[in-house]
C-alpha cells in the first residue's frame, strides 16, 4: 500500500500523527506532505517513518506535486488541522480515497465524492483522533509512549557548536506558540521566581532555556536576573539540535508546545504548566503518569482552546480573554508544590 499523510500544522501536530503513521508503516510506505513554516519536517531527518517528504511552499509546489504524483497512492490521511481546501483538493487527485475528520465549508461537490469523512469523537485522546482515521470500528484504541518515539539512525552533537553544560541540565521552555497566543503563556516573572526556587532546590544541575528566536528578550530577562547555572539556547538552535537538547535533558520543564510533545517523542519525562488547551486532548499524563505530570488550574470556563468542544461560555477565541485567568493565576508556589515530588522522583531515580 503506498499513503500519503499531510501535516500542515507545528511541531507538537507532527508528533501526534506518529502514531498514525507508525501504524501505516506495518504494511505499506508514506509520503509526507509537509507546510513547512514550522519546519517541522525536520523532525523526520535520519530516521525511517516517511520514504519521502515532500514540501508544499506555495502554489507552484501544488501543481508539481499533482502532477507527478496523481493517482499514485491509495489513500491519503488529512487530521483536523492539515485539511485545508487546498490540501483536500490535492489529496483526492493523488489518491483513490481519502480520509479526514474536518471539512473545510467550501469544496468542490464532485471532489467530495471521494473524501472518506471520520467524525470526532469527543473525549478522547488527539493521537487517537488521527488513528479513528485508520480504522473508525477500532473501540479499544489504547496509546503509550512509544507509539510517539522518533528514533534516529545517527545521533547528532550538538555540544560543539552550542553552549551546553557538561553537566546534567533540565530543558525549560519559558515560552510556548511563539510568544503569540498569550492563553498558553505563564508570566515572565513567575518563572525568574521559580527557576531561583529550583537553582537552590538542584544545586548539581543546570537549566538549559529552550525557544523560537522571537522568545529571546523573555530569556534574556531569566538571563538578567543572575539565576546561577542557567543558559539560554532560545532562538539559536534548530529543530534538530533542539530535538537533541531535550533527549539528554533529565527532565522537561514547560507549557503546552512543540517541545512538550517533542520530549515525549525522546522518552524525556516532562512537567508542564496549562493554560486554555484542552491537557485530556493534549497532555501526555493518562498515557503515562509516571513520566508526565501536569498543573492546571479548574476554572469553569476551561478549556477555551480545543478543536473539538470548545468552552465557549466566556470567549470565542482564547486570544480574546480579558484576563487568562487560567494560567496567569498559578502562582509559583503553587506549581512549585507539584513540580518538587515528581522531579525527586525522576531525578533521583536515573
Not at 158 to 163: C, N
Not at 183 to 191: F, G
Request: aromatic share 10%.
Amino acid at each position: 500500500m503506498k499513503y500519503a499523510v499531510f501535516i500542515s500544522s507545528g511541531l507538537g501536530d507532527a508528533v501526534l500523527m506518529v502514531p498514525l503513521v507508525k501504524k501505516l508503516k506495518e504494511d505499506g510506505k508514506i509520503t509526507g506532505f509537509f507546510d513547512p513554516t514550522f519546519q517541522c519536517q525536520q523532525l523526520f531527518d535520519d530516521n525511517d517513518l516517511f520514504e519521502k517528504i515532500i514540501l508544499l511552499r506555495r502554489n507552484t509546489d501544488y501543481v508539481k506535486t499533482l502532477i507527478k504524483y496523481k493517482n499514485k497512492f491509495d489513500i491519503s490521511f488529512l487530521n483536523y488541522f492539515s485539511a485545508t481546501r487546498k490540501n483536500l483538493l490535492l489529496a483526492v487527485s493523488l489518491s483513490k480515497e481519502t480520509r479526514t475528520n474536518k471539512l473545510p465549508n467550501i469544496l468542490p461537490g464532485i471532489k467530495k465524492s471521494n473524501i472518506n469523512f471520520i467524525e470526532p469523537k469527543k473525549g478522547i485522546h488527539d493521537a487517537e483522533q488521527n488513528l479513528r482515521l485508520l480504522d473508525l470500528n477500532d473501540q479499544h484504541i489504547t496509546l503509550n509512549e512509544k507509539d510517539f518515539t522518533i528514533d534516529y539512525t545517527r545521533e547528532k552533537s550538538s555540544e560543539e557548536t552550542l553552549d551546553i553544560p557538561n553537566a546534567p541540565y533540565l530543558a525549560i521552555q519559558i515560552c510556548s506558540a511563539n510568544n503569540i497566543h498569550q492563553y498558553k503563556n505563564w508570566p515572565m516573572n513567575y518563572w525568574i521566581e521559580l527557576l531561583k526556587l529550583l537553582s537552590k532546590q538542584y544545586e548539581e544541575f543546570h537549566f538549559v532555556l529552550i525557544g523560537d528566536a522571537n522568545e529571546s528578550s523573555l530569556a534574556s530577562q531569566i538571563v538578567e536576573s543572575d539565576i546561577e547555572r542557567v543558559h539560554s539556547l532560545v532562538g539559536c538552535t534548530s529543530i534538530s539540535e533542539l530535538t537533541s537538547i531535550i533527549r539528554n535533558s533529565r527532565l522537561f520543564i514547560g507549557l503546552d508546545g512543540g517541545p512538550m510533545h517533542i520530549s515525549v517523542s525522546q522518552g524525556t519525562p516532562t512537567f508542564t504548566i496549562w493554560g486554555a488547551s484542552d491537557y485530556n486532548l493534549y497532555g501526555y499524563q493518562d498515557i503515562n503518569k509516571e513520566n508526565n505530570q501536569i498543573v492546571y488550574k479548574e476554572i469553569s470556563c476551561h478549556p477555551c482552546n480545543s478543536w473539538i468542544a470548545p468552552n465557549t461560555s466566556r470567549v470565542m477565541d482564547p486570544q480574546e480573554c480579558p484576563d487568562f485567568a487560567c494560567i496567569r493565576s498559578l502562582n509559583p508556589e503553587t506549581v512549585l508544590s507539584k513540580l518538587i515530588p515528581f522531579a525527586n522522583r525522576i531525578l533521583n531515580s536515573t
